[in-house]
């Protein structure tokens, strides 16, 4: 049965006439308890995937809002494989091909990041596959981003395995900012903070289309002259 | 000292009595709505493959007619069609418990009708999860990485949804982080006539908890945390669609009844004796698939995890 502590003063400072005591220390019979391991729940391996409509400014840069082929028997035509715990891919791809998406391999990591692949094992975590550019804490039941190296992933694909975005999806993009920072301009005054984004996105896809305009390759096509009876 | 004391009698006391009670540890628990955006495909019962192709045809005043002169020939039109495929696969969970742990089973946690019900409420969560892990992947998106949802966000959804020609109701499947940065947006804005309508009101007054949350400026919404993450889990990607955007699908198996089988709807829950280690398994099974079908019949919306 633990000590009542009733004094903590150190003898040496004891005021005279005050009861002398020593050093306690509390015990405890019980082991901790609790797992220190990542509380992430079990996640699919997945594969990358662009797609030409799909861009993002993301830290003053147009980049892909890449999207995700998870890499699970019964999710969008992935079928089981032969060999157990492996998937088919077949009808997977066709549909990905159909919809113009484009497969990012696993391996097309930038060499400073020195990964062989872009999903990454967490340790105490079996069935968890995430992205190498998110961060497992322990105890934490949620990851978090690795910003920069996730920035510099999505520009090294910019060009490699991702082209560039069309004219049109920038201009597309510039518009809906241009609308919404002046909607945001008459309704929303006091939200500085939603303005200024705004304008530094709009900043960075004019420059980004000024880029373009000389490398516009619009769709061929002929004169068109209507059949008009005078 | 004579006295009686508890932690004197360890012989005759245990450390711990368990309750008759138990808690459920958390978990998102709620089945998918019977929505009509969701398309179920047909039962794959006697179709020859586990992978099925659905055609897309475009007809129903997809073409216009267009005009000619009184006698020239009528011009062909071309029809378009395209398609998705949609593959079950084989889904299953086992537990295993031993005689003993059976016997001094207080809470009747190992109970057949337990057990069963546990196989349901699992059953519909993995398909929650499937059709969850398709709603991140449109080509159209609304919001912003790293910016909080917001009820501009729901409505550029909504008219992107319309502009592509998109019949509703709408469904729209998001994280709850999603939802709530939404019903704060509704709560924090004053003077708008959104945020004065009956509607956000009541929506900033609901009942906490995941699933169906109501409907909200045109959109009937559900929570759940399968919805994935985007940008490397800064963001959250729920989607919004209307019919022909997400289509699911379950190849039901009658139980056999020589066998220890039992149907719970499409699901087949089935007891396995192994007499030799006397452990008594409880399993269900389940063949489900669940796939994008028509791209522009949804739309991401990205905001901030």
Redesign the interface.
């Known amino acids: ?1 633990p000590a009542t502590p009733f004094v903590t003063s150190d003898s040496s400072h004891q005021p005279a006439g005050a009861v002398a005591g020593s050093a306690f220390v509390p015990s405890e019979d019980a082991e901790m308890r609790g797992n220190h391991a990542p509380r992430l729940t079990p996640r699919a391996a997945f594969y990358y995937f662009a ?4 861009w ?3 830290e003053g840069k147009v980049l892909p ?6 890499l ?9 494989g032969r060999v157990p715990g492996s998937v088919n891919l077949r ?2 791809k ?2 990905l091909e ?2 113009r998406r484009i497969l990012i391999p696993v391996d097309s990591v930038p060499p400073a990041h020195r990964a062989k692949s872009y999903l990454s094992t967490v340790d105490g975590c079996p069935g968890v596959v ?2 190498l ?2 961060k497992a804490y322990p105890g934490l039941a ?6 920069k190296r ?1 920035v510099e992933f999505l520009e090294y694909q910019v060009g490699r395995t991702v082209p560039a975005p069309g004219e049109h999806v920038l201009e597309r993009m510039l518009d ?1 900012r241009v609308k ?1 920072r002046e ?1 945001a301009m008459s ?2 005054k006091r939200n500085t903070s ?1 303005i200024e ?1 705004l304008e530094q ?1 709009i900043e960075v896809l004019r420059a980004e289309l000024d880029k373009r305009v000389e490398m516009a390759e619009p769709v061929d096509g002929s004169a068109a002259v209507p059949m008009v009876e005078e | 000292m004579t006295q009686i004391l508890y932690s004197n009698i360890g012989d005759l006391a245990t450390s711990e009595v368990l309750s008759g009670d138990f808690l459920l540890l958390l978990a998102d628990r709620n089945a998918l709505p019977n929505h009509p955006a969701l398309y179920k495909a047909e039962d794959f019962s006697g179709m020859g493959s586990s992978t099925i192709k659905i055609p897309q045809i475009g007809l129903m005043g997809y073409n216009k007619l267009t005009s000619e002169t009184e006698v020239a020939s009528s011009s062909t039109v071309a029809l378009t069609d395209g398609s998705a495929t949609l593959a079950v696969s084989r889904y299953t969970k086992r537990y295993e418990a031993s005689d003993l742990a059976r016997i001094v089973d207080k809470q009747g946690f190992l109970r057949t009708d337990v057990l069963t019900m546990d196989a349901f409420v699992s059953y519909n969560a993995t398909i929650r999860d499937l059709v969850a892990n398709l709603v991140d992947n449109f080509s159209s998106t609304v919001g912003s990485s790293g910016v909080d949802g917001s009820i501009e966000d729901i409505l550029d959804a909504t008219a992107t949804l319309e502009i592509a020609a998109v019949q509703g109701p709408f469904l729209g499947i998001v994280h709850p982080r999603q939802w709530h940065d939404a019903v704060k947006d509704v709560a924090l804005n004053i003077g708008g006539a959104v945020q004065l309508s009956g509607d956000a009101q009541r929506v900033a007054t609901a009942m906490a908890g995941l699933g169906m949350k109501g409907s909200f400026l045109g959109v009937d919404w559900f929570t759940t945390l399968d919805v994935p993450t985007a940008n490397a889990g800064a963001d959250r990607a729920g989607g919004i669609f209307g019919f022909g955007a997400i289509g699911w699908a379950e190849a039901p198996l009658p139980a056999d009844p020589d066998l220890p089988q039992a149907n719970i709807g499409p699901a087949l829950f089935e007891k396995d004796r192994t007499a030799t280690t006397a452990t008594t398994g409880a399993l269900v099974h389940g063949y489900l698939g669940a796939t994008e079908m028509i791209d522009a019949c949804g739309v991401t919306w990205v905001s901030d995890a």
């Open positions: 049965m797609q030409p409509e799909r993002q400014v993301l809002l890449l999207g995700k082929m998870k699970r028997a019964g999710v969008g035509g992935v079928t089981a009808a997977a066709v549909d159909e919809k995430i992205s550019y998110e949620e990851t978090r981003p690795d910003t996730w809906e919404s909607r309704h929303e939603k984004r996105e």
